[in-house]
């Protein structure tokens, strides 16, 4: 039973962004406490065991929970990261092709293993309202530094928004390795397309 609480306090805890301190405040006990119950060396109470079910319940938090879901569990190499480029999710194509375990990936500040050309588009990204919702999708071509810190590759990725229930936008990342001779025949204009909301017609 305390793999299962374990287990799903840290999964709400990763989906919802929160620290083990933030959610202990939630719940009105201490980070310690938290910390325990991730551990597995204690179990909540059964009141608390409650209080938790009703927390997780919420059907906001739920589709959220589906959505984070859904990145664990696709068939190829996503991940999603907020605005400060954490990542929040990522599944196990993601991972491997990182060269690290799906866990590892999927809490990583991502940023410190930006090159310059990522840190410039992601840059771009922001200056033009990716993080607010004026942006569809964010075609980009790159090269980047892997998390498992292997040598520098590159690829293709699709930067869509999505827009969390707390109103939040994240950023999620579907992306494929293409040859370094590939990526060099790209004009400059052509490794960053993006499409605003405002063009999209159905």
């Excluded at 310059?116 to 840059?123: I, K, N, P, T, V």
């Excluded at 229930?165 to 790209?186: A, M, Q, W």
Aim: aromatic share 10%; hydrophobic share 40%.
């Amino acid at each position: 039973m305390s793999q299962c609480w374990r287990d799903q306090i840290r999964r709400y805890r990763r989906v919802h962004g929160l620290t083990q301190a933030a959610f202990g405040e939630q719940l009105n006990v201490e980070q310690a406490t938290v910390s325990r119950w991730e551990r597995g060396t204690h179990v909540p109470e059964l009141g608390m065991q409650r209080r938790l079910r009703d927390l997780m319940r919420d059907p906001s938090s739920r589709s959220d929970l589906a959505f984070f879901h859904r990145i664990q569990c696709a068939l190829s190499a996503v991940k999603v990261a907020n605005r400060s480029a954490v990542n929040m999710a990522a599944s196990s194509q993601a991972a491997q092709m990182h060269g690290v375990h799906l866990a590892d990936l999927a809490q990583c500040d991502y940023r410190r293993y930006f090159t310059d050309l990522l840190e410039a588009q992601w840059g771009i990204a922001c200056q033009n309202g990716f993080f607010a919702g004026e942006v569809a999708s964010i075609k980009v071509a790159n090269y980047w530094r892997p998390a498992g810190g292997t040598q520098i590759r590159h690829c293709i990725s699709y930067w869509t928004p999505t827009r969390l229930n707390d109103g939040e936008y994240v950023l999620v990342s579907e992306f494929r390795e293409i040859e370094k001779d590939y990526f060099e025949t790209l004009s400059p204009e052509g490794r960053v397309v993006m499409v605003f909301m405002d063009e999209i017609v159905f």
